[in-house]
Nanobody
Framework: EVQLVESGGGLVQPGGSLKLSCVAS????????MSWARQAPGKELEWVSS????????LYAESVKGRFTISRDNAENTLYLEMNGLKSEDTAVYYC?????????????????WGEGTQVTVSS
């Protein structure tokens, strides 16, 4: 059974930082491109960042470029998203996703596996 379990969300003040984690099981994580996406209340799912199987290629949405960093530990089957300089508009449920290809895509519909999400709230 494929499982993706996110953690690390919470309430943070504007300008603050959080680091999200996603532990994967049930598929070959080390061979899979992985991604983070988010959904704010009343809005559509928004792709945030992706990484290739070996982290040699990383992609970011313009809205987070320079503030967020995606990384992975294939030995631990874990994906990370380090978020700095958080803004109120970053408030959303953040989802971890994986796909059966080694190379990343910015199209969230191409990802096969999804976690249940972790809430990030940026507010003073």
């Amino acid at each position: 059974e494929v499982q993706l379990v996110e953690s690390g969300g919470g309430l943070v003040q504007p300008g603050g930082s959080l680091k999200l984690s996603c532990v994967a099981s049930g598929f070959i994580f080390a061979d899979s491109a992985m991604s983070w996406a988010r959904q704010a209340p009343g809005k559509e799912l928004e792709w945030v960042s992706s990484t290739s199987w070996n982290a040699a290629t990383t992609l970011y949405a313009e809205s987070v470029k320079g503030r967020f960093t995606i990384s992975r530990d294939n030995a631990e089957n874990t994906l990370y998203l380090e978020m700095n300089g958080l803004k109120s508009e970053d408030t959303a449920v953040y989802y971890c996703a994986g796909r059966g290809e080694s190379w990343p895509s910015t199209d969230s519909s191409t990802y096969d596996y999804w976690g249940e999400g972790t809430q990030v709230t940026v507010s003073s």
